[in-house]
Structure formats: structure tokens, C-alpha cells
């Protein structure tokens, strides 16, 4: 089995992503690591809404960019200040605590201590600022665990162009986004990107064994790269085309937050979008798929998910019931 190391040379968030996706396609191959850097962007989670999430006039006037990813979760600001990491992984390797003491062990070689916090975040103590955000993909053969390393990230930029809903914050009881995260270099002035590369390469060779540095152009599929690289930059991808909706139904669970907007015809859901930041990739499709063709009462919406599999399923089915339509 083949432990790899990757290292994008590209800045550009289209471009990034694509590369990790065309690396989880070969996850099977063995445990990866791919470090990379984007600049001045947003990436919003794949059921996202990308106008509710982000400020997105703004963003472009002052020339940043959208990306959406694969992933679940909610939005995030990247610039040049933020390491990102992805770890790919053979489904019998994949062990997200495992992961994560390795982001652990890197950031302990600065003197910082941290603990993870909930499903997806890491915190600095004592004072329980977040600086890595986390979100999964599970494929047949592989799964991917990416996030955010907050090194010396201008906040001021962050808090203008993110604008999750005022329910998320109060869930989270904070009064702001810029409250809840905190730069690596304000608990270790030595800090530098450079470094705390080294300290990743060494904290992931350390729990998986010697790996291999390799260019990402020779090792993986530079066509399926530049096809992944242009449907991301594509408007569909990142906006969709606005819905035209009858009702929009908006709330918030410990999973995440939902909102769905119903197209009826004739007391019946013709159509369903679905935004949701929860770590699920696939629970927006999988509502729109359960409402189509539902009658339109709080009844037969609920009877639809109430018989997943999936617990936040029957939790919204649970929700949905209680609504006056």
C-alpha cells in the first residue's frame, strides 16, 4: 500500500478542487494527504444556497471567488493566510478522530492545544476559538475528510462576506461570525505556512508510516482534472438557476439547518430544492427525491421521510408535521 503526499501549486479554488476530486477517485490506492491554498475565496458547502451564504455582489466586486465543493457543511473564507488539507483515504483506513489527532499533533509542535469540538470542528484552549472547520465525502471505495487550518486569515473579510442565517448563530450562541474563530499566530508568534506544512507532512508520516511526495500532474488524470475544473467553474455549478417556488419552509436541528422551497400543482409538490448545510452530501437529494409528487399537507410531507433510514430524515419528517401549510 502507497502512503502519498500531494501539494497544489495553484491558488486558484476551481483548480484545487478538482484535484482533490480526481485524488479520491484513486483513494483506494492507499492513505493521501494533499495540502493547498486558495485566494480570496468563498467555498460553500454542495446543498448550499449560495446567496444566502455569501455576499456574493461583494465578494466578486472586490474580485473574489465562489467554488462550491463536494462536501457537506456550511460556508468558509479562504485566503492565503489558511492551509487546507484533505485526506483521502481507503474506506477500511478512514477514521475521522484518527484524522484529526493528526492536524492535533501538527498544530501541538507550535506549543498549541486544541481539542475537537462536535461532529466537524477543532478548537484552540483554553478559550475554545474554532480554526479547522471539517467536512466528509464517503465513495464506494474511498472516503474524504477536508478542512480549514486558520493561520493568519483576515478576519475583517471573513465576517463581510459570510452571512450564515441569524438562527445559526443564535444556535450556536454567538453574536457574530468573526466570535467564533481564532488565527493559529495569535497563540504561536513562530507560526508560518511553510512550517506548519513540515509539521503536517511529519504528523500524518507518523501515523500511516514513510510516505512519498509526489506532483500531482504525473500521478493523477490531468483530463479528468481539467473537466472537474471547468464544470466547478461554471455558474451552474456554483449558483443554479434560481428557483421559482410557492412556499419556503426554513429551520434548524443539531444535524444542521434546511431550507426547502415547494413548487405545487394541483395540491401537490412538483417541485423541491433543497439547501442545507449539514454534513451530509447526499440529505439534500435525498428530501428533494422523497417530497416529489407528495399532497401538499404537513401529513403526507412528514409520511415521506418518516420511512428513511436516515434519522435527520424522520427528524424533519417529525418538523414537518407540526407545520401549519
Known amino acids: 500500500m502507497e502512503i502519498r503526499l500531494f501539494e497544489s501549486d495553484s491558488f486558484d479554488p476551481h483548480r484545487n478542487l ?30 448550499q444556497n449560495a446567496w444566502k451564504e455569501c455576499r456574493t455582489a461583494l465578494l466578486e466586486e472586490e474580485g473574489g471567488t465562489l467554488a462550491r465543493r463536494t462536501t457537506g457543511g456550511g460556508a468558509v473564507y479562504h485566503d492565503l493566510g489558511n492551509l487546507n488539507f484533505s485526506f483521502v483515504m481507503p474506506k477500511a483506513l478512514y477514521d475521522v478522530p484518527r484524522q484529526l489527532d493528526v492536524i492535533r499533533r501538527a498544530v501541538r509542535d507550535f506549543g498549541i492545544e486544541t481539542e475537537n469540538s462536535g461532529r466537524n470542528d477543532i478548537v484552540i484552549l483554553p478559550g475554545g476559538e474554532k480554526f479547522s472547520g471539517n467536512a466528509f465525502r464517503i465513495t464506494r ?63 500524518f508520516a507518523h501515523e500511516y508510516g514513510p510516505a512519498n511526495r509526489l506532483p500531482w500532474k504525473e500521478a493523477l488524470d490531468t483530463g479528468l482534472i481539467q473537466r472537474f475544473e471547468e464544470r466547478n467553474k461554471s455558474w451552474e455549478w456554483n449558483y443554479g438557476r434560481t428557483p421559482r417556488f410557492d412556499l419556503a419552509l426554513e429551520a434548524r436541528f443539531p444535524w444542521g439547518g434546511i431550507e426547502l422551497l415547494l413548487s405545487l400543482k394541483n395540491a401537490r409538490v412538483q417541485e423541491v430544492h433543497c439547501f442545507s448545510d449539514a454534513n451530509d452530501p447526499d440529505l439534500a437529494k435525498r428530501v428533494e427525491a422523497a417530497l416529489i409528487g407528495a399532497a401538499f399537507t404537513p401529513h403526507a410531507l412528514a409520511d415521506r421521510l418518516l420511512k428513511s433510514e436516515k434519522a435527520e430524515d424522520r427528524e424533519l419528517g417529525d418538523w414537518l408535521q407540526t407545520q401549519e401549510m
Open 18 to 47: 478538482a484535484i482533490e476530486e480526481a485524488l479520491l477517485g484513486d483513494g483506494a490506492i492507499g492513505p493521501a494527504l494533499f495540502l493547498w491554498q486558495n485566494a480570496h475565496t468563498v467555498v460553500i458547502g454542495h446543498a
Open 141 to 203: 471505495d474511498a472516503g474524504l475528510h477536508h478542512g480549514t487550518i486558520l493561520m493568519d486569515v483576515d478576519m475583517a473579510r471573513l465576517g463581510r462576506y459570510l452571512a450564515p442565517s441569524k438562527q445559526k448563530l443564535e444556535a450556536k450562541g454567538v453574536s457574530s461570525v468573526r466570535a467564533r474563530v481564532g488565527n493559529l499566530k495569535e497563540h504561536a508568534r513562530g507560526i508560518t505556512i511553510p512550517a506548519l506544512k513540515d509539521a503536517l507532512w511529519a504528523a
